[in-house]
């Protein structure tokens, strides 16, 4: 009869992964993304912003179209989940500046990236969250103004700002959303760049991205709120600041991954994916 092998843990004991980093450092990851975007092939990182704003207005005018415009919010909050997925060749262009090597446009939209199909994985998982996430708003409105056609965009704003049943859905929905935004924040600011830059699944980059964000939670949260602000400042201008602000963003969060992450290859969670 054979016995059962004991559980080795995933995680090393007494790895400290806390980078102790001031908030402020989220300033200096911003200037260092401004720093790649505008130094070498700054119209590769301008194409790459201009498609991501066509792709933004083509979500709007489709939903609109499709009449869907009821998830219209809901919709635009998951396109800040939704946005690492697509900065993977950003990624890519400030690694190879780190690295000294050359950058082509090749580069940036043919990426090889180590772990290959785990991307495109986490990317639809991500998916799905988003999916469940507008869902939710759906259930949400429903239930504080119960089984009525949408309104419309123009009639739903002064319904929110000027009814109870309008503050109590921005307060619940507010919440609701602020804890899915928080998890799929947690879940790809760094899972993203691991899997280009190391050998991992997605899920091991995924609960290492958690741990590390939850490690260095004064920064990350600082982190947060710049993108939150800078996004919220594209749609004001209709997604016309995307162009220059998206290319800045994912050229960052290489830079966050590079102060946060420690040396790649160091397990904070789960094994690598063996060659």
């Known amino acids: 009869?054979?016995?059962?092998?004991?559980p080795v843990p995933a995680i090393p004991g007494q790895q400290n992964l806390n980078r102790g980093l001031s908030v402020w450092v989220a300033l200096d990851w911003l200037k260092a993304g401004w720093r790649d975007f505008s130094s070498i092939r700054m119209e590769a990182s301008i194409l790459y912003g201009l498609l991501v704003f066509i792709l933004s207005l083509g979500i709007v005018f489709g939903l609109y179209l499709l009449r869907m415009d009821y998830v219209m919010f809901p919709a635009l909050a998951g396109f800040t989940v939704?946005?690492?997925?697509?900065?993977?060749?950003?990624?890519?262009?400030?690694?190879?500046i780190q690295r000294n090597d050359p950058v082509t446009l090749k580069d940036m939209y043919f990426v090889h990236a180590q772990s290959k199909g785990q991307i495109w994985?986490?990317?639809?998982?991500?998916?799905?969250?988003?999916?469940?996430?507008?869902r939710v708003a759906v259930l949400l409105y429903a239930l504080f103004f119960g089984m009525h056609p949408f309104p419309g965009l123009a009639q739903i704003t002064s319904t929110l700002f000027t009814t109870a049943d309008g503050w109590a859905l921005l307060l619940v929905g507010g919440i609701v959303g602020g804890l899915f935004a928080a998890f799929a924040f947690a879940i790809s600011v760094f899972s993203f760049p691991i899997l280009?830059?190391?050998?991992s699944d997605a899920?091991?980059?995924?609960g290492a991205s958690i741990v590390l964000v939850s490690?260095?939670?004064?920064?990350?949260?600082a982190w947060g709120f710049i993108v939150m602000v800078l996004f919220a400042l594209t749609v004001l201008t209709g997604f016309v600041g995307m162009i220059i602000v998206y290319p800045v963003l994912g050229h960052a969060t290489w830079h966050a991954y590079l102060a946060i992450r420690g040396k790649p290859g160091t397990p904070v969670i789960g094994p690598a994916i063996p060659d």
């Open 203 to 206: 899920f091991s980059a995924m």
């Open 82 to 96: 939704i946005g690492p997925v697509l900065a993977i060749g950003l990624y890519e262009k400030s690694r190879r």
């Open 121 to 134: 994985f986490v990317g639809v998982l991500l998916s799905l969250l988003i999916l469940m996430w507008m």
């Open 215 to 221: 490690h260095n939670l004064p920064v990350m949260v």
């Open 1 to 6: 009869m054979s016995t059962i092998p004991k």
């Open 196 to 199: 280009l830059n190391e050998k």
